[in-house]
């Protein structure tokens, strides 16, 4: 943000208007022990059509939303983990697309086939970023109805471009715990330490991450 000259706020349940568009920040001063549940979750109401934008908030998140959630469209949270996008929020909201920003054959198996039956069964229609490219909704300029386009991505092929697992654990310099490189709670870079080894992070104090058990 530094780089680019950006002015930032804290999320604190801000409102933006862009024309006839209103963006409302639903998220605030709370306090999470997980870092994904400080995601900036938000609702862009554009007249009849409204998104919701959930990052990687989790399930904590969603039973902490007290804002209208309805919307048309949702972007999933977390990416599909079972984590997020409960029963009962999926109620509130009562999506007719669910997006879904995942890359293919991940480590961490996102999304869920557990997410996946969940928006089945609220009736949403499921769009994956790993299975169709880009996706682009498009709202008309009454705000009355949308479209939704997919463009599969032919820019990357996996056969030129390795995947490199890395053996690496992280710590969390506040908290005293370790992780697997692919965990869901790392901590923001300016709290790591990185070690080669389990046998490092354990000889150093510290104790091992209960969510993905390195």
């Given at each position: 943000?530094?780089?680019?000259?950006?002015?930032?706020?804290?999320?604190?349940?801000?409102?933006?208007?862009?024309?006839?568009?209103?963006?409302?920040?639903?998220?605030?001063?709370?306090?999470?022990?997980?870092?994904?549940?400080?995601?900036?979750?938000?609702?862009?109401?554009?007249?009849?059509?409204?998104?919701?934008?959930?990052?990687?908030?989790?399930?904590?998140?969603?039973?902490?939303?007290?804002?209208?959630?309805?919307?048309?469209?949702?972007?999933?949270?977390?990416?599909?983990?079972?984590?997020?996008?409960?029963?009962?929020?999926?109620?509130?909201?009562?999506?007719?697309?669910?997006?879904?920003?995942?890359?293919?054959?991940?480590?961490?198996?996102?999304?869920?086939?557990?997410?996946?039956?969940?928006?089945?069964?609220?009736?949403?229609?499921?769009?994956?970023?790993?299975?169709?490219?880009?996706?682009?909704?498009?709202?008309?300029?009454?705000g009355?109805?949308?479209?939704?386009?997919?463009?599969?991505?032919?820019?990357?092929?996996?056969?030129?471009?390795?995947?490199?697992?890395?053996?690496?654990?992280?710590?969390?310099?506040?908290?005293?715990?370790?992780?697997?490189?692919?965990?869901s709670s790392?901590?923001?870079?300016?709290?790591?330490?990185?070690?080669?080894?389990?046998?490092?992070?354990?000889?150093?104090?510290?104790?091992?991450?209960?969510?993905?058990?390195?």
């Amino acid at each position: 943000m530094q780089a680019e000259g950006a002015n930032y706020a804290q999320s604190a349940y801000q409102s933006f208007t862009y024309g006839t568009a209103t963006l409302k920040i639903l998220t605030g001063h709370e306090y999470w022990e997980d870092i994904n549940n400080y995601s900036v979750v938000c609702r862009l109401d554009t007249g009849d059509i409204e998104f919701l934008f959930m990052g990687d908030a989790e399930s904590p998140v969603e039973s902490n939303l007290y804002e209208d959630l309805s919307a048309e469209v949702l972007k999933v949270g977390h990416h599909g983990s079972t984590s997020s996008t409960s029963d009962s929020f999926l109620a509130r909201v009562n999506p007719k697309a669910a997006i879904i920003s995942v890359g293919a054959d991940n480590d961490y198996g996102h999304p869920s086939n557990e997410v996946l039956t969940r928006l089945q069964s609220a009736g949403a229609k499921i769009y994956r970023t790993d299975e169709q490219g880009t996706i682009t909704v498009t709202v008309t300029t009454d705000g009355g109805t949308y479209s939704i386009n997919t463009e599969p991505s032919t820019s990357i092929s996996a056969s030129v471009i390795p995947v490199v697992k890395s053996t690496k654990y992280i710590g969390n310099k506040n908290s005293k715990k370790f992780h697997r490189s692919t965990c869901s709670s790392l901590p923001i870079p300016s709290n790591q330490v990185i070690f080669n080894s389990r046998e490092a992070a354990i000889s150093a104090g510290y104790v091992a991450c209960k969510k993905c058990n390195p």
